[in-house]
């Protein structure tokens, strides 16, 4: 099980907006500005979309975006295109031993 | 441009031990924090291991004991030393640069099958 909880699925129209939420504790995504999403294609490696809840790496489209809410984060995607279709997984830095922790991912389909 | 291209996976036995590369270009390993992490076939991500610039390291409770994380500041390359390895370790293993606790560049990976 993963230390953070996010939806297994989520699936919108090309053009709509969709967003994926990041659930953890006090002790992770609550406590710290330390959020990151990323994105990865089948056999691809992961790729930075979101950084410290919000920031947009260079390059990365502005209908990316990122929030948080209490223990909650959430990865924003408006304007969907069909290469936006992927995996997401959110992480978050730790007060625990283990430093840094994963979402157990997302499955974006655009329909 | 930065880079990291991984090495050293492949087929081990349980109980084996296998060392990963990360050969980094671009960027200076030693000034940045480095991590490895991994993905087992058709699972999420688990962060592995990070090595500070200061030197600390630090290891995910699944590994601990087991795995060593170093660096060669002569070669700009990470390490990953993986000993008593178990089948539950099978596993895409990608290098990543930590800046500001954030992944912001990965390599492409290497496969490590631990099987009999």
């Known amino acids: 099980q993963s230390a953070l909880t996010q939806p297994a699925s989520v699936s919108g129209s090309p053009g709509q907006s969709i967003t994926i939420s990041c659930t953890g504790t006090s002790s992770d995504v609550g406590g710290y500005n330390y959020v990151s999403w990323y994105q990865q294609h089948p056999g691809k490696a992961p790729k930075l979309m979101i950084y410290?809840?919000?920031n947009r790496p260079s390059g990365v489209s502005n209908r990316f975006s990122g929030s948080k809410s209490g223990n909650t984060a959430s990865l924003t995607i408006s304007g969907l295109q069909a290469e936006d279709e992927a995996d997401y997984y959110c992480s978050s830095y730790t007060s625990s031993s283990t430093l840094e922790v994963f979402g157990g991912g997302t499955k974006l389909t655009v329909l | 441009e930065v880079q990291l291209v991984e090495s050293g996976g492949g087929l081990v036995q349980p109980g084996g031990s296998l060392r990963l590369s990360c050969a980094a270009s671009g960027f200076t390993v030693s000034s940045n924090y480095m991590s490895w992490v991994r993905q087992a076939p058709g699972k999420g991500l688990e962060w592995v291991s990070v090595?500070?610039?200061?030197?600390?390291?630090y290891y995910a409770d699944s590994v601990k004991g087991r795995f060593t994380i170093s660096r060669d500041n002569s070669k700009n390359t990470l390490y990953l030393q993986m000993n008593s390895l178990r089948a539950e370790d099978t596993a895409v293993y990608y290098c990543a640069r930590a800046s500001s606790l954030h992944f912001d560049y990965w390599g492409q990976g290497t496969l490590v099958t631990v099987s009999s």
């Open positions: 410290e809840v919000s």
């Open positions: 090595i500070y610039s200061g030197g600390s390291t």
